[in-house]
């Protein structure tokens, strides 16, 4: 396949005997972005409630740093989907990059200068960058076979991986980098987040061509050329006339928020019963492992078994994880044996979800319909982080599984309904049919 010469749209040559060879040079460059970009954010997030206190004076408000990334990260999925629509992948996943490198100058400014509005207003600036990264997995499946889907978006999860074990263990060295300088050593980790996603940024515009959405376009036919069925209106209609999107939209989101509730109080929990930060660390590392060192494996499962079957799964993990740490108490190892199944389970309705999604719109509302995806699972994670601690100071680590367990409820229960109720729609849903492409 060619591109139209300057721009990144499909020749009029490009037919779908180019798609394997299209399809594997796309993955490679997510897959590298990922690795390079899912570094940025955690190897300075960690530091992000220190920053909090030391430029405010007070503990009080150290959780806001990392409030305003998730509402940043939320903020900017539409308006990221809304480019990607009009223009293809590659504008909006640098887009995502380039705002989250000035969120990052802004934060180490701030940092600088003492001020904590600026703080504020960086640090959602730098969640766009985790938006990005998120959005990276949908672009995975654009030219994937159907009954490839679900592994083509895993492999970019996985990805992540390498970021998300090493980031935190970098922020130390990154901080020591800057000592002696005029830069506040806290703000060193930022430094290098923002110079990362520069060069992903750099990565995915000079060789993520041509755009795997446009291609998809231009090989489903005239009909995706119109601009009619790109709009967010078109995507909600798309969500609200499709029983397995509405499930997919809803298994994404309760799949993320359980997962956020329960992990972001675990450390608390574990320094409750007496474990020190090394144990601790050990155990979020257990979990990040769940999330997604094993994503590939969900992958083909949801491919070779169907989307609706993994959804069980994740529902069927997430339980367990949230009973056995709930119950665990002074008991570290069952601790850990929750929080790896809660990355587990995670993983599950993170890829199943998002693939099920994929499928079950047209290919012209795809991309507004996957922003409003991104949305809804950050704005609902924003809320259930910022219930949790509340949820942990008035009832306690046990109670708060058990509402984490049972926001799964309405997951289930809407499966089960698409399942019984839409046959048809189950068994594509398994199928993973080519109509969908």
């Not at 290919?363 to 995806?373: D, E, F, K």
Request: hydrophobic share 55%; charged share 10%.
């Amino acid at each position: 396949m060619t591109t139209v010469p300057g721009t990144d749209r499909p020749a009029a040559s490009a037919g779908p005997a180019d798609l394997p060879r299209l399809q594997r040079r796309t993955s490679a460059v997510l897959i590298a972005s990922q690795m390079l970009g899912g570094l940025g954010v955690p190897i300075s997030i960690a530091l992000a409630p220190v920053l909090a206190t030391q430029v405010s004076g007070t503990e009080a408000l150290s959780g806001f740093a990392s409030t305003a990334a998730v509402i940043g990260t939320a903020a900017v999925s539409l308006p990221l989907a809304a480019l990607m629509t009009a223009r293809g992948r590659r504008p909006g996943l640098v887009l995502g990059y380039g705002i989250g490198a000035a969120g990052a100058a802004l934060v180490v400014l701030a940092t600088a200068i003492k001020s904590f509005p600026l703080l504020m207003l960086g640090m959602a600036a730098f969640g766009a960058a985790s938006s990005a990264n998120l959005q990276a997995r949908f672009a995975a499946a654009d030219l994937a076979a159907p009954d490839r889907r679900a592994r083509a978006v895993a492999v970019v999860v996985w990805a992540s991986t390498l970021g998300a074990v090493l980031g935190p263990n970098l922020s130390a060295p990154a901080s020591r980098s800057f000592a002696g300088t005029s830069i506040p050593e806290t703000a060193g980790p930022f430094v290098w987040a923002g110079a990362v996603f520069v060069l992903t940024g750099a990565l995915i515009a000079v060789l993520l061509r041509p755009d795997p959405l446009l291609t998809a376009r231009a090989l489903a036919g005239p009909e995706e050329q119109t601009r009619a069925g790109r709009s967010l209106r078109a995507g909600l209609a798309a969500v609200k006339a499709s029983p397995r999107a509405r499930l997919a939209l809803v298994t994404v989101a309760v799949s993320h928020t359980t997962m956020v509730s329960i992990m972001v109080m675990t450390p608390v929990d574990l320094g409750h019963h007496g474990a020190g930060l090394e144990l601790v660390g050990l155990v979020i590392s257990g979990h990040i492992a769940g999330m997604f060192a094993f994503s590939p494996v969900m992958g083909w499962l949801a491919d070779r078994v169907g989307r609706l079957s993994v959804i069980g799964l994740a529902a069927g993990l997430l339980s367990l994880a949230a009973l056995l740490a709930g119950t665990a108490g002074p008991h570290h190892a069952q601790s850990a044996a929750g929080l790896f199944l809660l990355g587990l389970g995670w993983s599950a309705g993170m890829v199943s979800g998002s693939a099920l999604l994929t499928d079950s719109v047209p290919q012209a509302a795809r991309a507004a319909v996957q922003g409003l995806s991104d949305l809804t699972m950050n704005t609902c994670a924003g809320v259930g982080g910022a219930a949790a601690g509340l949820v942990m100071s008035h009832a306690g680590y046990g109670w708060l599984n058990v509402i984490g367990a049972g926001l799964l409820l309405p997951m289930a229960a809407l499966a089960l309904f698409t399942g019984r109720r839409h046959p048809a729609a189950a068994a594509a849903a398994a199928a993973a049919p080519a109509a969908s492409s």
